[in-house]
């Protein structure tokens, strides 16, 4: 945070299966796992495209959330199903060491392309939903602060989280 790359909107992926997208996916992949990221966006590591990576099985930053499939999701576009808005906790690997409680739609379709270029649509809830929408703003440069409306609920995940592996990030 503070990295004026942050706050620009991303571009459009327009050639696909390239040795250069994979290379940046496996280079996301990397800096995801090795922060314990739930999800992380071509942004963060610099790199302004509309790439974001996200899901797991069990995550240790968010030991109450389920399972989220591992997904890289290109262009990716949003239409929120209902108007349920539901509140949550999220961290960001831009934004180390905090946690802020963020609304965020309930029900989600998601579209966009997998790195060969095939189509993905997928209707999805709760925390799937939430890391969408979490990593997509990133290609448009928001982070998750700028969506708080609680700044209340914003602080050190040591303090908020004490008994949380990994809370020191
Ligand atoms: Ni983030």
Do not use: K
């Not at 966009?112 to 448009?140: M, N, S």
């Not at 050190?156 to 592996?165: E, G, I, R, V, W």
Request: aromatic residues 8%; contains cysteine.
């Amino acid at each position: 945070m503070g990295d004026a790359r942050l706050l620009q909107r991303a571009e459009e992926v327009v050639r696909f299966g390239t040795p250069e997208l994979r290379a940046l996916i496996a280079d996301m992949e990397d800096t995801m796992h090795a922060l314990d990221g739930a999800g992380l966006a071509a942004p963060q590591i610099g790199v302004g495209l509309r790439v974001v990576i996200f899901g797991f099985d069990f995550n240790p930053r968010y030991p109450e959330a389920g399972s989220v499939p591992y997904t890289v999701l290109i262009n990716p576009v949003l239409t929120p199903l209902a108007e349920e808005i539901e509140e949550g906790w999220e961290g960001c690997l831009s934004v180390p060491g905090l946690r802020g409680v963020v609304p965020r739609w309930r029900h989600l379709r998601y579209e966009g392309f997998d790195p060969e270029g095939r189509r993905i649509d997928r209707t999805v809830e709760g925390f799937h939903a939430r890391v969408v929408q979490h990593e997509t703003d990133h290609l448009d440069g928001i982070l998750y602060p700028m969506r708080m409306r609680d700044m209340s609920r914003f602080g050190f995940t040591d303090l908020l989280f004490p008994d949380q592996a990994g809370a020191s990030e």
